[in-house]
């Protein structure tokens, strides 16, 4: 996912408590700079600041995260020349969404147990209802019509 001009996620949400994958194809990348951190913070007050030195990667300067809790996740890069790319002066500053507790099974709690687990096995029937229409509709005309094509061992056989 795309948030922002060359900042790239590998997850559609960022949610507090979760790891990140975050890839970096700035001005730094642009200009061929060989080390590039990540100066990260939470909340307002920048919260827990790290930094944290990038991997350069084809694909631009990668670095995995751990979010911990805040409003927001605040950060910016540094190269090696002492360089900021601060999204000129801003920072970069995106949401961080709170954990589903519904969707968790809880084992402390015994009375809450069954409407989580619940939840949860509903959830994933879903899923797994909405997996099975998809191959219905994608599948079943093929096979139906004869023009469906079984992969073995890579070679496309009838």
Request: proline fraction near 2%; charged fraction near 30%.
């Amino acid at each position: 996912m795309e948030l922002t001009k060359n900042i790239f996620f590998n997850t559609d949400k960022l949610i507090e408590n979760s790891k990140v994958k975050i890839s970096y194809t700035g001005k730094f990348f642009q200009d061929a700079s060989e080390k590039v951190s990540i100066h990260y913070g939470f909340g307002l007050n920048w919260d827990n600041i790290n930094d944290i030195e990038m991997e350069k990667t084809e694909l631009g300067f990668q670095a995995e995260i751990n979010l911990l809790e805040g409003d927001t996740f605040n950060f910016c890069f540094k190269n090696e020349n002492e360089q900021w790319d601060n999204n000129d002066g801003q920072n970069y500053i995106f949401p961080l969404e709170k954990v589903q507790t519904e969707l968790v099974v809880l084992d402390d709690e015994p009375n809450a147990i069954g409407v989580a687990r619940k939840l949860r096995r509903s959830y994933l029937w879903s899923k797994k209802i909405r997996l099975a229409v998809y191959k219905l509709i994608t599948y079943l005309p093929k096979l139906i019509s004869g023009n469906y094509k079984k992969k073995v061992n890579g070679n496309n056989e009838i």
